[in-house]
C-alpha cells in the first residue's frame, strides 16, 4: 500500500480544504465534487468517521500492475468500512471504466471493504446539498445559549414541531429559530427532511 499527499505543494492541482467537525481535522480534496461529497459524509448518523485519499492499493489489470487510491475511506458506526471513487456520471460510460472499476473492487473486496462509486447525481442534488451547507455554516458559528436549549427542550417534548411553531411559542424570529435548529442538526441532536427546501412549515424532531 501507498499513500498520496495532498499536502504537498503543487502548480498543477487545486486542493480543496473541507473544515470537518466529526473528525476533527480539515479534509484534504482534489476537487469540488469530492468537496461535495464531504458534506454528506460529515452529517451522515452511519458514518462514524472518514478520511480522504487514504492507502492505496495494487490491483492487475490487462495483465499489468496499477496503483489506486480510493477518493475516501469511510468507517460506520457498525464497525464496517469502505471505499469510495467519486466521478462524474459522464465519464462512468465507457467500457474501459467499467472494467477498470469492476478490476479495483475485486481488490478491495480482497482487502475486506466495498468499493463504491459515487457520481455528481447523488451529491450534488440540488436541495439536499444546500441544505447540508448551511448545516455546515452553522455548525459552528453558535454558540450554547439559552434559546438553543429552550429551541431543543420544546422539540424534545414534542412528537415533532413545525419551525414556525416554535418562532410563536418561544417569541423568536424565524431567521434565528432557523439558525439554531440548524445549529441542532449539526450536533446529531435533530433531524429534518433534509430533500425539501427548510422553511417555517418544516418539521423537526429528536434524533
Not at 6 to 22: D, I, M, T
Not at 195 to 207: A, G, T, Y
Request: charged share 20%; with cysteine.
Amino acid at each position: 500500500m501507498y499513500v498520496r499527499n495532498l499536502r504537498k505543494p503543487s502548480a498543477n492541482k487545486n486542493v480543496y480544504k473541507f473544515v470537518s467537525a466529526k473528525n476533527g481535522c480539515t479534509i484534504m480534496c482534489e476537487s469540488s465534487l469530492e468537496y461535495d461529497c464531504c458534506y454528506h459524509l460529515e452529517y451522515s448518523d452511519d458514518v462514524v468517521s472518514f478520511e480522504s485519499q487514504p492507502h492505496g492499493y495494487k490491483y492487475f489489470y490487462l495483465g499489468k500492475c496499477h496503483f489506486y487510491t480510493p477518493d475516501f475511506l469511510v468507517h460506520k458506526k457498525d464497525g464496517t468500512f469502505y471505499f469510495i471513487e467519486v466521478k462524474p456520471l459522464s465519464k462512468t460510460f465507457s467500457s474501459e471504466f467499467k472494467y477498470m472499476f469492476y478490476k479495483k473492487q475485486i481488490t478491495a473486496n480482497e482487502l475486506g471493504a466495498s468499493l463504491l462509486l459515487v457520481t455528481d447525481r447523488q451529491i450534488r442534488n440540488e436541495i439536499h446539498l444546500n441544505n447540508l451547507k448551511l448545516v455546515h455554516r452553522y455548525s459552528g458559528f453558535i454558540e450554547n445559549t439559552i434559546h438553543l436549549e429552550n429551541i431543543w427542550s420544546a422539540i424534545s417534548q414534542s412528537t415533532s414541531i413545525q419551525i414556525g411553531s416554535l418562532s410563536r411559542t418561544l417569541n423568536l424570529g424565524i431567521g434565528e429559530v432557523l439558525a439554531l435548529v440548524l445549529r441542532l442538526i449539526g450536533l446529531g441532536r435533530v433531524k429534518t427532511d433534509l430533500d425539501v427546501l427548510l422553511d417555517e412549515k418544516s418539521l423537526i424532531s429528536v434524533n
